[in-house]
């Protein structure tokens, strides 16, 4: 297989640190609004679980997305390839765990979360699938932020040496 360019591999990192910078500002950026938004009611109770979606929707989901292809094709266009590093192998753990994570847990507990609100504004807070949704996102968010930022310093500071070759 025919490896990419300096150039074009150049590209590609920076399209691979963008789409990080987006995963990791959004998902910082859905933190704080998570903890640090105070609602008063069940209606702005609502609108706040509303932009959390939004922003899981739009810029999570797609940056996420993004990562992983830009990645893979950087492990199988350039010489780092999937399993000469360890720490490359180790991002792929990671980055495929969190997706799927937030693919079938977070994902579905937060769009429960805005469904339940946006239904049931004044009761939302006696729903318990809310509730318990709410403490397990609660949770989770902070392993998943230290994980994403695990693997953006394991990508800068490249800890583990090279896979032996048989």
């Known amino acids: 297989m025919k490896k990419l360019g300096s150039t074009s591999r150049a590209w590609l990192k920076g399209f691979h640190v963008l789409f990080t910078c987006a995963w990791v500002g959004a998902a910082s950026c859905m933190i704080l609004l998570n903890f640090l938004a105070r ?3 069940g ?3 609502s609108g706040v679980l509303a932009a959390l979606k939004l922003i899981d929707d739009w810029v999570i989901i797609p940056s996420a997305i993004g990562c992983f292809l830009t990645g893979l094709l950087i492990s199988w266009l350039t010489p780092w390839g999937f399993f000469k590093w360890r720490w490359v192998t180790v991002k792929w753990v990671f980055t495929v765990a969190m997706m799927l994570f937030g693919t079938f847990c ?5 769009n429960g979360m805005a469904a339940i609100a946006a239904t049931d504004p004044m009761g939302v807070l006696q729903n318990t699938t809310f509730l318990d949704n709410r403490q397990l996102l609660s949770l ?3 392993p998943m ?3 994403m930022l695990f693997l953006v310093f394991i990508s800068v500071i490249k800890p583990w040496k090279r896979v032996r070759q048989e």
Do not use: K, Q
């Open 145 to 147: 932020m230290l994980a």
């Open 140 to 142: 989770t968010v902070g």
């Open 43 to 45: 209606h702005e109770l």
């Open 106 to 110: 977070l994902g579905p507990w937060l």
């Open 39 to 41: 609602p008063d009611n």
